[in-house]
């Protein structure tokens, strides 16, 4: 994640294996749900 979004407006995010363990953390407690696909 290379911008700054607002997560207000997003119930969801879909990453790659490449995002951080914290930043995970910190959008799951801001109320996003966090998918993880991998290759």
Request: no cysteine.
């Amino acid at each position: 994640l290379h911008k700054i979004i607002d997560t207000q407006r997003i119930d969801m995010i879909i990453v790659d294996e490449g995002i951080p363990a914290d930043s995970l953390e910190g959008l799951r407690k801001a109320g996003v749900e966090v998918i993880l696909v991998g290759e």
